[in-house]
């Protein structure tokens, strides 16, 4: 095997694992794959170390590792799947390291070509907030507020992370929209409960996935990841918290 | 009753299917996935069993689903469970408990705070038993427990 072929073998894993990473697939898969890829192409001893923020890669003893950066992070499904298809592909042998490379740039470049679109996530969340107002017991007279309050909040936290870098101040604001229009949905006799609709429409900011996946990355030996996950969920609970309790101090 | 809670969290998981961008052949299977986790809970929780439990079986329900599902339709495992764990997640917990800290009413806040800790501990441990149990399948059928 060639030099050559060996620094694009590493590229490759490189690549597939911060796909996979920055989509938020957990950080064992990653690993996984990672190994598995070059296992596939004769690196039998490759060790790869993933945090939330980071991949080590290191394909033998004898050569330096390398590593990859990860600052972005955002949940798209779709990609992670793609990512997983072309990599039991490789492992499969039914793809060169050529066509598997040219299909990932594919994938990571593509943007939002294979995203819904924006006004679908929209009205996803806002239906979502509705249901959720619903199903912690709330009343239907809730299911209206708690659609348009939940919609909006949502709307505000997309359009404040793409102006701004740092989440935690997109999601405060964005709570803090969503309790003063509960709040205002209220005093205009509209809803049932404050609470039903603050709690239905805050479900779709809330870092419930993050939190459920820190204790099982902790659980599994991931002790790194586990505690940066959990960090990252404490801080998006505390700005949630906050916007909506100074909307409750205001009114 | 039931049939509202279904209903809802089907439509819950899959516009959560939605927001995480999971792939368009996939929603549906999500939708159903959460349903069935979130109507276990609520009999659980309606037969006056404790919350924790309840989760417990829950998320073991929606990761064994899960993992059939991951195989049947060769898609990473994450893509049902995200959307299956969605209605479980005490976010709503999460969101009280916090609101009771940033308010000052710290001996509120506490017990809220240990019960989150402990509702996603037991969908943590549901996911885990789970897959532990898939590997403990998958090493029993190639009969390497036994070597």
Same mark, same amino acid.
């Given at each position: ?251 | ?30 939708? &159903? ?5 979130? /109507?276990?809970?609520?009999?659980? /929780? ?10 417990? /079986? ?13 195989? &049947? ?55 885990? &038993? ?18």
């Amino acid at each position: 095997m060639t030099r050559n072929h060996n620094v694009e073998m590493i590229e490759l894993c490189l690549l597939i694992g911060r796909i996979m990473l920055q989509n938020g697939a957990e950080t064992y898969r990653v690993e996984d794959t990672m190994t598995r890829i070059a296992a596939s192409y004769g690196k039998e001893d490759a060790q790869s170390f993933v945090t939330p923020t980071g991949i080590f890669f290191s394909v033998s003893k004898i050569e330096p590792s390398k590593l990859v950066r990860v600052s972005d992070r955002s949940t798209n499904l779709n990609k992670v799947t793609l990512a997983n298809d072309i990599s039991r592909n490789i492992t499969g042998g039914r793809l060169t390291l050529a066509e598997a490379r040219e299909q990932l740039t594919e994938i990571d470049t593509a943007g939002s070509k294979y995203d819904y679109k924006m006004r679908t996530q929209i009205a996803a969340a806002s239906l979502a907030s509705g249901c959720f107002s619903i199903m912690f017991q709330g009343n239907w007279y809730d299911f209206l507020p708690a659609c348009i309050s939940g919609g909006i909040g949502f709307i505000v936290l997309l359009l404040l992370h793409r102006l701004f870098e740092i989440k935690f101040f997109a999601e405060f604001l964005a709570s803090l929209c969503i309790g003063t229009l509960a709040f205002t949905f209220m005093s205009f006799g509209v809803g049932h409960e404050t609470d039903k609709i603050i709690i239905g429409s805050v479900m779709p900011l809330v870092p419930g996935l993050l939190i459920t996946n820190a204790v099982r990355d902790l659980m599994a030996g991931h002790l790194v990841s586990g505690l940066s996950k959990g960090a990252e969920a404490f801080l998006t609970a505390f700005a949630i918290g906050g916007g909506v309790a100074i909307a409750f101090s205001i009114f | 009753m039931i049939a509202e809670q279904f209903f809802t969290s089907f439509i819950a998981s899959a516009a959560f299917g939605v927001i995480f961008q999971a792939p368009r052949n996939t929603l549906l299977k999500c939708g &159903l996935v959460g349903s069935i986790g979130w /109507v276990i809970y609520i009999l659980f /929780v309606e037969s006056n069993i404790d919350a924790v439990t309840g989760t417990f /079986v829950a998320s073991f329900v929606i990761a064994m689903i899960g993992q059939f599902f991951a195989r &049947l339709y060769k898609t990473p495992v994450i893509v049902f469970s995200v959307a299956g764990i969605i209605p479980l997640v005490p976010g709503g917990l999460a969101y009280d408990a916090m609101r009771n800290f940033v308010q000052n009413d710290y001996g509120q806040a506490l017990p809220i705070a240990a019960k989150v800790f402990m509702i996603s501990g037991a969908i943590a441990i549901g996911l885990v &038993l789970s897959e532990v149990m898939n590997q403990v399948f998958k090493k029993m059928r190639k009969r390497e427990l036994w070597r």
